[in-house]
């Protein structure tokens, strides 16, 4: 099995090339908080591993190989923060840390039983897909809240797990996955956003607005989403 550190370095990586083609050095070296140099000395080992195509001075992205053991990181790290959250009682700003120490140490096995406990579940306490075992996995793409027209009605799909203050500041708002949001007026100069969460309305600052993900609800009934 992979070490803890070949892990992160894997979830890292998958996690960038959502957001770029290619995961860069320095983006690695920020989302893990690490020198450069010790990224490029990794992802040549990551390479010969064949876990990693990098190319020098370009990027990285997983083989095969690579992307199927972030996968199963991945999943074994969203089960982890619902059943934290569903049956151990933690609140959802406090699951991803907790979640990250134990997804190197917890066992295949106990994962999986807390997925049957679960009853298979899809979704973690954010929204975020979880992987299935041995299925293709592809993470649905959301615009964001920030992004939405005015008048028209969404529904909260997911929700950043990185920052506990927002995530408990977003809970005293009643915002959650699922619920219906709507941009009422958008101020000028990058002003903040009236909107309306759960019939409640409320002000929101463009940058927390960009960090949710939103489906329009009028595609989300037409594809059969789950906001009923």
């Given at each position: ?6 892990e ?19 983006s ?35 083989t ?10 991945i999943?074994?790290?969203r ?28 066992s ?37 809240l920030a ?12 929700v950043?797990?990185?920052?506990p ?47 949710l ?16």
């Amino acid at each position: 099995m992979p070490s803890p550190a070949v892990e992160d370095y894997l979830k890292t990586i998958y996690m960038l090339s959502r957001e770029e083609d290619r995961a860069s050095t320095s983006s690695i070296a920020d989302r893990l908080q690490i020198a450069a140099g010790s990224v490029t000395g990794m992802l040549k080992r990551l390479s010969e591993q064949g876990l990693v195509e990098h190319v020098p001075y370009y990027g990285a992205s997983l083989t095969s190989e690579g992307e199927q053991e972030a996968l199963r990181l991945i999943r074994r790290h969203r089960i982890l923060e619902l059943f934290l959250s569903e049956v151990l009682g933690y609140t959802w700003d406090r699951v991803h840390a907790e979640a990250e120490r134990l997804e190197h140490a917890a066992s295949d096995e106990l994962i999986e039983r807390m997925a049957q406990v679960l009853g298979q579940p899809d979704r973690d306490p954010h929204g975020a897909p979880i992987p299935g075992v041995g299925r293709t996995f592809e993470e649905p793409q959301y615009s964001t809240l920030a992004e939405l027209e005015i008048g028209r009605a969404a529904v909260l799909r997911r929700v950043s797990d990185e920052d506990p203050a927002v995530l408990r500041y977003l809970g005293t708002l009643g915002v959650a996955p699922g619920v219906e949001v709507e941009v009422l007026e958008r101020a000028p100069f990058r002003g903040p956003l009236r909107v309306r969460i759960a019939g409640k309305q409320e002000f929101l600052g463009p940058e927390l607005a960009g960090s949710l993900r939103v489906e329009p609800l009028d595609h989300a009934r037409g594809e059969g989403g789950d906001d009923a």
